[in-house]
Each structure stands twice: as C-alpha cells, then as structure tokens.
C-alpha cells in the first residue's frame, strides 16, 4: 500500500516534470518550498489536470494568489516571458490565453 494520496504523487510528479523551478520566478528550490499552481485557478473552474499545473514557489504562488496566469503575467513581462519558456507541458490553450493577454489588440484606427 503506498503512502502519500494521489495529490501527493502528483504534486511529486509534476514538479519533477518541471524540475523543481517555479515558472514564475526560475528558482529552482527544494521540493518542501515548492507548490503546486492552477494556471488556470479552481475558483474559476480550472481543473486538476496535469496541463494546468505548474511548480511554483510559495512567495510566488501566494502573490498569484486566485488570480488567472494570464491575468497575473500580462503587466509582467520579463515573468510572463520565463513562464511561456518554462511551462512547455501546459495546454496550448491556456499558453495562448497568456500570450494573448499581453499582446491585446490595437486600438482601432480612427
Ligand atoms: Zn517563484
């Protein structure tokens, strides 16, 4: 019978994925500083598949806090930028969401 709940395991496996660097911040840490981050959070219904999980660490993690990746990074560019380098494993979908979110469309021409 193995220890550890099925969240554990997956918190271990996603932050090997990702090399135990939090995405926001390219720190890598020990596992015990590092968290689990809903790219696209629970709270507005993002789910607990692997392609919405990335490794983060505390301090960034609670500065994200509920917010969206997407809404979180579009007035940080040198982070948003690191994200979208190192979150490779994230859905497609949600990396568009994050490129698009700072690259809004321009003003219509008057
Ligand atoms: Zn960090």
Redesign the pocket.
Known sequence: MSRGSRRERQRVRILARDEYR??????T?PPEELTLDHVEPQVKGGDWSEGNLVT??????AEKADSAAWVYLADRPTTRARFLRLATAVWPRLRRAVEEAANPEPPPES
């Not at 939090?22 to 720190?27: A, E, I, P, S, T």
């Open positions: 939090c995405v926001y911040c390219g720190r840490l983060a660490c505390q301090p960034c993690n």
